[in-house]
């Protein structure tokens, strides 16, 4: 598999585009005033405890509050001669997440991150996990964002902070380390473990690492190198939060890599054939970038210079355009039609005008075969997160819903989202989850239609004339002196009215013993009328 990196700029957002095979299969989109939050860590105030919802909402200087659950902090041990000391002293108190990570901040920028170690220490009770006995208002709280704003939700936090490099993921405040597991080989998972603990224990360095994909078969040197980097950030990060400590109000302390740069750093691998830039500065910073953290693409990082649009010389403008539509067609014929609401995402399948098989079950196994492919690929198009339905087309025999379901999970092997599938049931139903940390492609770059309020269609024009023969008669009720009533519509509801409609309207100025006139209003949607009393 070939893939591509298209790295777009323009004044107004950055978009970065990734081609497997020349097709497009991901898109990312940053719009500079308007930044993403996931990965930003802050120094927040808590403004509200909900001990029933076990939570708490954190302002981190954005339009809505932040939204902070307990399972998303720290379950840290507390050191038992600490404790024994406070309470022979009187002043015992349970330690919260936020000083935990931050207890030795004011030492020299030589420290390294506290991590209270197992082998002296005791598990806080179950009483003392509840978040009212954690936190409380106007505290000032160290958060990490998981997840962007979404609708009217603002974004989620977590205190279990992760810093990202190249190859490793550093987490401060967990003694874990992990393997990506998308790194099969169980020799080279043994190695990069011990490697990464060999290395732990050279730099002392405290707290947990995971190796992420791209560490696969990079050499000890490379990790080093990586593990001093994280370190150093660290620092910087502990040593901000001091300078700030002092202020009243919610700080930015470290901001995530602008979108060209992050995409260079989570998005290219060994397959990755070109990236094409075609903005000379970021160009620029591209190459540095790379030079320091991910030298074996510099020499495939490429500016374009064409007079033409990258985007429009490799199609990206015309599939970003299908990515918005509710039908996808399939090249059999059959087609996807993917609704996403609030609640989920259903995507149904149909066989449409395939008709290609040798029976009714070979036409509808072949179909959701294909299907499984388009749903994957539309997944990461479109950025598809939350509960999914799947309605593939009922099959009989059970070797076709099993190769059907594998076929699904073949294909989502390639999504950097973390997803989860169940058993395809007796209706043909799969139920999906896909991890969702930011706007769908729609939600980024659409919204609810002004017409039909999000719904996705409007009343008819008779809908609608019924409507205004009952609102006259609700008004010559109501109202005894009006003489003439003028009806003010959309020219369709017009039409009808003085078209199929008009036998209608004669009966109720016979019935009334009032004039109804019509007037032409092109500014009204079709649902929008107005009734006028003269």
């Known amino acids: 598999m070939s893939e591509e990196l298209l790295i777009n700029i323009s004044p107004m957002e950055s978009r970065v585009a990734v081609l497997d095979n020349g097709i497009l299969g991901e898109i990312y989109i940053e719009r500079h005033h308007k930044l993403g939050l996931v990965g930003n860590i802050y120094l927040g105030t808590v403004v509200r405890v909900l001990p029933g919802m076990q939570a708490a909402f ?5 339009s809505r509050t932040a939204f902070l659950h307990v399972n998303d902090m720290q379950r840290l041990p507390r050191l038992v001669a600490e404790n024994k ?6 002043t015992n108190k349970d330690i919260d997440s936020g000083d935990a990570i931050l207890a030795t901040a004011d030492e020299s920028l030589a420290m390294t991150p506290p991590v209270v170690s197992t082998q002296s220490s005791e598990i806080i009770p179950v009483s003392k996990t509840l978040i009212q006995h954690r936190l409380h208002e106007s505290q000032r709280i160290l958060v990490q964002v998981t997840k962007d704003q979404l609708g009217s939700k603002g974004a989620r936090l977590t205190t279990n902070i992760s810093l990202p490099s190249r190859y490793l993921v550093y987490l401060p405040s967990s003694e874990h380390i992990g393997i990506s597991q998308r790194i099969d080989g169980e020799e080279e998972r043994t190695r990069l473990k011990t490697e990464l603990s060999s290395l732990m224990q050279t730099v002392n360095l405290k707290g947990g690492l995971i190796a992420r994909t791209a560490a696969e078969r990079v050499p000890v040197d490379k990790l080093e190198e990586d593990i001093y980097y994280l370190l150093q950030l660290w620092r910087t990060i502990c040593a901000r939060r001091q300078e700030i400590n002092h202020h009243q109000s919610s700080e930015l302390i470290y901001q995530e890599l602008a979108l060209p740069l992050r995409s260079i750093r989570d998005l290219v691998h060994a397959d990755t054939e070109k990236v094409i830039v075609d903005n000379v500065q970021i160009y620029e910073q591209v ?6 953290f991910v030298p074996f ?9 064409a007079e033409q649009s990258l985007f429009d010389v490799h199609r990206v403008e015309d599939d970003l355009r299908d990515a918005l539509k509710r039908r996808v067609d399939l090249k059999s014929g059959g087609y996807l039609i993917i609704d996403q609401t609030e609640a989920m995402t259903t995507i149904d399948v149909n066989t449409g005008s395939f008709v290609g098989g040798r029976s009714l079950e070979d036409t509808v196994y072949k179909t959701n075969l294909e299907a499984t492919h388009a749903i994957a690929r539309q997944l990461r198009l479109r950025n598809l997160g939350g509960i999914i339905i799947l309605d593939f087309i009922d099959m009989l025999e059970q070797q076709h819903k099993d190769d059907v379901l594998e076929s699904l999970q073949s294909q989502l092997t390639q999504d950097y989202a973390k997803t989860k599938i169940t058993q395809v049931s007796e209706l043909g139903l799969v139920e999906m989850t896909r991890k969702r940390t930011r706007e769908s492609l729609g939600q980024q770059l659409c919204e609810p239609c002004s017409t039909c309020q999000g719904r996705g269609f409007v009343k008819t024009a008779e809908t609608v004339c019924f409507e205004i023969f009952r609102e006259i008669m609700r008004c010559a009720r109501t109202y005894n002196s009006p003489k003439k009533f003028t009806v003010v519509a959309h020219a369709a509801v017009i039409d009808l009215l ?3 409609e008009s036998d209608t309207v004669a009966d109720l100025e016979y019935l009334l013993g009032r004039v109804i006139t019509f007037d032409v209003e092109n500014l009204y949607t079709q649902e929008q ?6």
Do not use: C, M, P, W
Request: charged residues 30%; proline residues 0%.
């Open 287 to 292: 190459r540095s970038f790379a030079k320091e």
């Open 58 to 62: 954190v302002d981190i200087g954005q």
């Open 498 to 500: 003085l078209t199929s």
């Open 529 to 534: 009328y107005d009734i006028v009393l003269d």
């Open 297 to 305: 693409v510099y020499d495939r990082i490429v500016h374009y210079t």
């Open 85 to 90: 000391n406070k309470a022979a002293k009187g």
